[in-house]
Nanobody, 118 residues
Framework: QVQLVESGGGLVQPGESLTLSCAAS????????MSWSRQAPGKERESVVT??????????NYSDSVKGRFTISRDNDKNTVSLQMNSLKPEDTAVYYC?????????WGQGTQVTVSS
């Protein structure tokens, strides 16, 4: 059974940093595409960053809105994918979701709330 469990969300002030983590289980983590998405109130879910497996080059793509501020990393030994978020802005406020694409199917975590406010 595929499980994705996010952690690390919270309330921070503009300009501060936060690191989200996603613990994955139930599949061979190292072989699959992982990503982070977010959904702000009243808006559609949007992709923040994607990362292919090492087998496919570990290619990373960031959305323009977070490029240069957010960094994704994966630990294939610990089955975790993390999102380091720096220089946070109020517009980064959203529920952040971990995502895995496994054999053509999409799996999502329950989400973790990030609120950026002074």
């Amino acid at each position: 059974q595929v499980q994705l469990v996010e952690s690390g969300g919270g309330l921070v002030q503009p300009g501060e940093s936060l690191t989200l983590s996603c613990a994955a289980s139930g599949f061979t983590f190292r072989n699959y595409f992982m990503s982070w998405s977010r959904q702000a109130p009243g808006k559609e879910r949007e992709s923040v960053v994607t990362m292919t497996s090492n087998k496919f080059g570990g290619i990373i793509n960031y959305s323009d809105s977070v490029k240069g501020r957010f960094t994704i990393s994966r630990d294939n030994d610990k089955n975790t994918v993390s999102l380091q978020m720096n220089s946070l802005k109020p517009e980064d406020t959203a529920v952040y979701y971990c995502h895995a694409r496994i054999s053509g199917f999409d799996y999502w975590g329950q989400g973790t709330q990030v609120t950026v406010s002074s």
